[in-house]
């Protein structure tokens, strides 16, 4: 063997030990991964979030992911001619466009599972209509009726701990049930945020567009890799925190105040951004971590 | 208490005894039906066989959904502005119709996922590509290439007996993947019959739009209750079967031949015709049963 | 198939349909049947208790008969030439007597394994005696000894929790231990009670000679089909219990207060009571229920 | 400690000691013993036998108890005034003698199950009729019906299997039931040796009234301590066994020759034979073995 | 069979019969067995020491052995050529003795599988490294250093666990790991007491000696056979208690007061001292138990 | 972030990817490792070597390590002041060599469990004593006692299954008991041999001090990369494999012949060479297979 292809092959086996204490530290975990934004779109960054997860599954941690439907929705809904109605800036979700959502997030959530499979794992699709997972009640918008937008009120978590048992990689698409047994939208997110919490999650991934939580959005410079909860509740009350990001972080809040061990914010531009995040000892995007949490990597 | 009411519900008891040894007969056994045709369509025949498949679950049995997408792919196709092309009077299924097509299978699955909840039993609604349930091969029409369509080649059953494992209901809709994982559309037919004989279902019930099985298909008379399997072959030879009930019989001789005990050609057009072949002495449409099987009912 | 006939099987199927959100709602739940009576007697009404929770066990429920021994016990201790001898109106149960009394007891017990076998399920007939069931202390009648009459002490219910886990249905005659492992007959009602207690059961069902509690015994128009425990309490104190019925009424408070959900006093000699009280929306007899209990059915 | 006292614990942990191959040899293994004879008549002789099996269970071993009636039938049938009636020497067992016989049994069951348990182990009294244990076919002598009597059809081991695994020791009366699910009574050598071949005992032992078997029954130096298969059947064929323990030693053979490892012939008159039998290096009675079994002890 | 012998072999029985309270009282629970002194030395004692230990694990309970290395230790030190050190009268524990004395107690660890294996049951030999069984803080001695001598931290009992349950009789030399994973040594007695709390034990014996605790060790009528723990203290302060027997007491008292049921100082110069203070109704040695505590035996 | 980090953290990904299909092909498979020659004297080769054992681990493969002693033996054997005798060219092994050998091997054994202990992987060290795990007869040099040398005559890989299935990693040294149960020393090559053949091992591993099999081992560029058993056979038979390496191929020979899908000769004196094999797509060392194997990587 050749002097340089043999240190190469050295450098490919400290990459693989280097992994190792985190391996070992997440092992039968479970980690939940909100899936969506632009590493939905790309078709080689979707091939790299998948490999990704799929690595997490065979080493040993019980990755779940949640998914959204990005923009494939809004196209579905322009095909069969429909007009979009907005109230308040929200998309208001009639009958018919609560039907092409749901069909669009189940072929979402197929193609995921054929992705994962053709890798060699054995995943399963399923909305939280399936085993009864996700409750929800309607949600208002400032008080006004928005049709069939639920908010989480109850995740029975049964289907997913027997899918896990079974060595499935679970595959959700955030559409629940309401008393009256009626089809809601869920925003992925808060979904993502409710079965982190149900199950105990050690760790809570958002793939987003965005580099990370920063103190000045303007000043990529601020970028803060490390969040307190203290810290979080903070920045919101100093009004350093606004649009999409806000709903987002009292999301991370939230699920860090439920029992949740870590929350990331990650860039999902970057390929195999999680993988990154949770095999090397150089962090990406934000983590936010209970205040008495101990520091295990970002330094 | 009143004489008539009395007399009335003692009845009602006679009714639930008189369903004692079916129950016990079938206790823990699977049964496959294959659900689609009129009984899809109608409101009131959709809620009567979610009932009826609810039941026999909660009383012991293992029941299984393989359902078709019915009228909804055609409607759809149509919604979304195209042409379907046929060849030798077949659709042609080309990527933007599977597309659909899939879609719109996962709709109806939820949608029976949700009446099934909806009656407090758990269900999952799955398709061939979860846990890598259906393998097809390309189905050649005379040789021609019409699309997606698929002919199934193998069936990893390890999910369907996770699934009843953990008490759920499974719920299948016939798609599945080649050896590339790409999406095909299976006849719905094709896939119960492959799924009864892989889990060695003690039943296989499909649910027609026709009474049953006619020597003479013009003379309503000449309906057969219980069909040996040699019997079968005989009037195939014969030439008395003909167009659709042709694949549909060799689909029932194929489940028996290779383990399925029996298997029933039902009218999906009588309310509750699956409880009442299964809970009454008195059979419902066709029962096609093995040369050496001993009658059971159907006298 | 003729109209007639097509109108009867369908009314059939609705019976069924009716029983699902019963058969749903009791599934797995334990339901201790004190067996007692003309239905002890008369050989219709005895097949008809058979077949009821025979139907019970097969669609998910776990029945656990309790029985006593009826006018056998005295047919028997006059054929040995006994001479019986009251105290209080009260059986004086010496050795002989106590010897004859589980004789027959035993073959009671045998004789009803013997009817469930035969509709094919698996029973398994023991006393309180098998596995240390049942615990007494000896009872004495205003604090006169009347012999092996016993208290039930203690229940240890590991042998019912392994015969239900192994799918058999317990029957059980009402003897047990006392600490010097002498033999004693127990009240049949004393030891159902005592038993539906110490396995929490859902349900308590009396088979008695009478149509349920009157309010005033003489006016058959004043039968309470539901009573909730303080209005038991309070026509006890109010003197409008008596006779046989005030030691029942008390034991089904103590089983009400101590965890059972409900209690049902019924009418044994309506063949099927037991099925038509729990699979129909129509009560039979009177039901004891806690306060603040949801009304499910007797509407 | 006194020199003398300290000698005698010491030979008494010798005695302990000298036990051990045999507690490991025979650990979790099944131990049919069919208990008769004196040892069901002579208190003491009860007791031994009771702590004998008793022991057996807590060191491990599987012991089960199968046992006839002795002499109590007889006393019971004359109690009920009733005229036993002989066929070819044989009882007739008519529909009462058969009530009467099934009492008896069912209280002797009962109080072996007492003793059991006062002794601090959980035993379990069930008859050939509890979970379809025994199932018969009428027994005709020469040919003759003589009521009653059945003869082993079919032993259904289930519920010995689940009693076991529970930890309980299982008593069982020689009763069993027919196709018409009618009650006959087994001679219970018979119903002993068939049990032990279903659940391939390892030891089948028989509490017997005599030594063993002689070769000269008038000439008690003639008997045999160790009898091979081939032996067993020559010593028939010569004409040397008759009487009583001509349809024993037949049974033997066919315990032997279907599985059962070892079956003994022991004299149930002498206290503890059965501890003596299985843990010392001195054998009691006679041992029937295959002609192939490696000798174990008996040297 | 002649008169003498079978009086002898029914004394046998008796011996036997005489055990089955106490199997039947520590049926399946751990017994931990300190293995040390003469008993260690003596090729016969070590006999009838493993005898002891395979008999209770072959009868039902779950013995685990806690042995030191004795003299063995000291001998190889000096083979080794090496000076040994001593600081305030202890050994001081560098590294080239750790090493031996961590070499002499695997070499004794597996002497003592050895021996359990040859009588047919399966040990595992283990040290507190296995699994982590033994964390260890390092001991000073009146604040000095004495090298790699440790005292336990933590027990992390899994791996015992998982032995018993796997039907292994665990054998433990107690050498432990600190936190940075260096190698300890441990005392047994100390090993013994935290392995016994750690498993909850019903009984700690230490097998000494000497014959027990003496009030007034020069006056040998004074030994104590039970002891309460109150009264222990009261011992230890009135200084009646002194030299090796301190710590060992100690020990005792700690256990005890932390969840061990018994705790017994055994004269193991006695052959089968295990087994008589066990099976018989005549303790040996000094037993330590709680104020609370029923007597049980010692009468 | 800068542009360089990142592409170098991105480089970090695609090994982990990489490793992908082949921690797939692998999952939950048993992996024999012989551990011996200079990867058990370097303290670094060392380490990595329990590094790739405790990464196989975690990430779901079974390990299991057969060490030998290398020259620490000799090197204890001198410390003790004995003289080394040869016959024919093997060390005589007399019963005081065997006493320092197994305390050598116990010795090194202890401290690679303590290695694995350290990096957060629960490993158990056990010897071919423990429960019953490995029986030897005397092996022959020539027909010549060479003392206490076995030769593996049966495997009882219980003991291996349920540390497995108890999640811990099996660390054996190669001695064994005879049927005498005396100690004797087995080679550690036929040790993992034997062994990989009992649990029917995916792959068994030699760190050897080679680089692999030379078709000319005075001509560094004939490595041979890959040998199918007809060419090893030939190999052999062609008188091109002397010296170690001829019993070392006549293992892998017999592995593979036995079931062992794939045995591997590897450079121990690389660093990571079990993971390089493992992982990448560039093999290490050579590679011997069956003849109708399929190539999986190695091109």
């Not at 985190?22 to 790309?42: C, E, P, T």
């Not at 937008?149 to 048992?165: A, S, T």
């Not at 567009?209 to 803060?224: F, Q």
């Amino acid at each position: 063997m050749e002097e340089n292809s043999m240190q190469e092959i050295l450098k490919k086996a400290e990459v693989l030990i280097e992994a190792l204490p985190y391996i070992q530290r997440f092992n039968r975990k479970i980690i939940v991964v909100k899936y969506g934004g632009s590493a939905m779109v790309d078709e080689e960054l979707k091939q790299s979030v998948i490999q990704d997860v799929t690595l997490l599954k065979l080493v040993g941690f019980k990755p779940i992911i949640v998914h959204g439907g990005g923009k494939e929705i809004s196209k579905w809904v322009a095909k069969a001619g429909m007009e979009p109605e907005f109230i308040n800036g929200l998309r208001k979700t009639d009958a018919p466009t609560m039907e092409i959502a749901e069909m669009v997030l189940g072929k979402v959530n197929k193609s995921l599972v054929q992705m994962v499979e053709k890798l060699g794992v054995n995943a399963v699709g399923i909305s939280g209509k399936d085993g009864g997972l996700l409750k929800v009640n309607k949600k208002l918008s400032n008080g006004q009726d928005i049709g069939y937008v639920g908010e989480v009120k109850e995740v029975n978590p049964k289907i997913l701990y027997d899918l896990l048992e079974k060595d499935f990689l679970p595959i959700i698409c955030p559409v629940g049930l309401d008393d009256n047994y009626d089809t809601y939208n869920i925003n992925a997110d808060d979904a993502a945020c409710a079965i982190a919490r149900a199950v105990q999650a050690e760790k809570l991934a958002f793939l987003t567009d965005i580099e990370g939580v920063y103190k000045d959005p303007d000043d990529k410079s601020t970028l803060i890799s490390e969040l307190k909860i203290s810290d979080a509740h903070k920045l919101i009350k100093d009004g350093y925190i606004g649009g999409g990001m806000l709903p987002k972080l009292n999301n991370c809040i939230d699920a860090i105040e439920n029992g949740v061990s870590r929350v990331h914010i990650l860039d999902g531009r970057i390929a195999h951004c999680l993988l990154l995040e949770i095999f090397t000892n150089r962090g990406i995007g934000t983590a936010i971590l209970g205040d008495a949490e101990e520091k295990f990597y970002h330094e």
